[in-house]
């Protein structure tokens, strides 16, 4: 499994050509999108523990609830996003003809999270250094607690937490172009718009929700 995590990082081209030629199989795509489900999780529940800081002092004991439901929503949000990001290849790959069945479209695009799951390992050090050496204050109106929370999203760290999240999607992107080309057997060219096309839109979308665009 190893092997194949270090040949789909550094030659997918290849990786993707090898595998096609294998019956399909979703065992280690699974395992690589609960890893990063995993990660995800431990940066929402330092997020939602952060966020429970904001609420009045007899809410806060709700804290590791809220922190249990942001963990168990990302871990979830990681399963969902797969299938999304598949679904969506699959269906922009029809329009150029695009053949091969979704299960090996899935199969290939979940080995392309790799890159997320380092992404994400950085961007929960830099959660965690913030969250470990912020002080944040009470507030009781809610509308306040809205706008506190905008304020801690814009911290330095915090944006560069996102801004690296972008940096990992681009690289997963790269392999995706691959992974759609031979699960779908298209050209690269039109492998790459089906991957660039939403990808782009998703981090237009995110810069601007940012603020950076």
Do not use: C
Not at 16 to 39: D, M, N, T, W
Not at 106 to 124: K, M, R
Not at 171 to 192: E, G, K, M, P, Y
């Amino acid at each position: 499994m190893a092997t194949s995590i270090a040949r789909v990082l550094v030659k997918p081209a290849r990786f993707y050509s090898e595998k096609k030629v294998e019956q399909e199989s979703l065992r280690v795509p699974v395992l690589i999108v609960l890893v990063l489900g995993a990660v995800s999780a431990a940066a929402a529940y330092l997020m939602a523990g952060l966020t429970m800081q904001l609420l009045p002092g007899d809410m806060q004991s709700f804290a590791a609830i809220a922190g249990a439901a942001g963990a168990a929503g990302a871990l979830i949000a990681a399963f969902l996003t797969w299938a999304v990001i598949a679904a969506v290849f699959f269906g922009i790959s029809a329009f150029f003809g695009g053949q091969g069945s979704f299960r090996r479209t899935l199969e290939f695009v979940g080995y392309g999270f790799v890159p997320q799951i380092i992404g994400g390992i950085v961007s929960l050090i830099l959660i965690f250094s913030f969250v470990s050496g912020v002080q944040v204050a009470p507030v009781t109106d809610p509308l306040e607690v809205q706008r506190a929370v905008g304020q801690l999203m814009q911290s330095p760290l915090l944006l560069l937490s996102s801004l690296v999240g972008i940096l990992f999607l681009a690289w997963s992107a790269n392999i995706w172009i691959f992974a759609v080309q031979h699960a779908r057997s298209l050209t690269t060219r039109n492998a790459a718009i089906t991957v660039i096309l939403p990808v782009a839109v998703y981090i237009a979308f995110s810069l601007l929700t940012l603020g950076l665009f």
